[in-house]
């Protein structure tokens, strides 16, 4: 279990104040805008910086203040980490067999190859999305409990985001303890691992809901001007004007679909909750 308790920190103009659990067999999404504040979540979580008030908790424990052998229960893959582009496969084999007691490597040598990563292969040599593979593979590498997911399948064509997802939830499937903090911008990606969401913005979580009931509840409500003017708006979380008249995003789509038959409803996606959380109106409804 991950607890970040009342979290707050500032850097220059920016200050980060929030709240979130990743409990034990679950996988848990952060999305929202870039520079809204995931990072620094997941260093705090990480221990990589030290917040200014609040606290992280792992296990019940300071994030801080984890052993060696409790850090190793947590694999990472960061968007913006990697080994040296110098070092081949076989090279982070080695370094991995040091650094993790439990390193699994006939499990990391398979891995590699049906992830078609050869071992005599420069990192430098590889894409964007073959390092992002590798990624991956080193986070699960040694049995990790919680991972830390960033962007895992960035770059990553359609065929190799299936694969390479099918091979998390397999690996998180194998032991009910193994739970997950996952960002992405691919909503097809949160949609299909994640049981619940974060929604964070300008430093502050705007929305927190399981999964299914955004994939069930959440809609677009698409009205003129004169339909708009006559809606409840007491389930709309944000409207946008349109060139049609606005599109009012609600957390009742079966209220509107009950009570107002002529109005067109599309499902609402993890984009949409992003884009409208993000943006519109909710405090001072428009004329």
Known sequence: MVKVENLDKRYGDFRLQVSLEIPDGTVTGLVGKNGAGKSTVIKSILGLIRPDAGRVLINGKDAAALSSAEKALIGVALADSCFSSYLKVADVIAILRKTYPRFDEPFFRSSCAAQGLQLDKQI??????????LRVLVAISHQAELLIMDEPTAGLDVEARVELLDLLRQYLAENDKRSMLLTS??????ESLCDDIYLIHDGRIVLHEDTDTILSNYAILKVDEAAYAALDKSHILRAKKETFGYACFTD????????????????GSIDELIL????????????
Not at 185 to 190: E, P
């Open 185 to 190: 911008h691919i909503s097809s990606d949160l």
């Open 124 to 133: 430098k040599d590889f894409s964007t999305g073959m390092r992002a593979k």
């Open 252 to 267: 009742e789509k079966q209220y509107y679909a009950e009570n107002y038959p002529g109005i067109v409803i599309e499902n």
């Open 276 to 287: 409208m959380l993000t943006g519109g109106k909710s405090d001072a409804w428009p004329a």
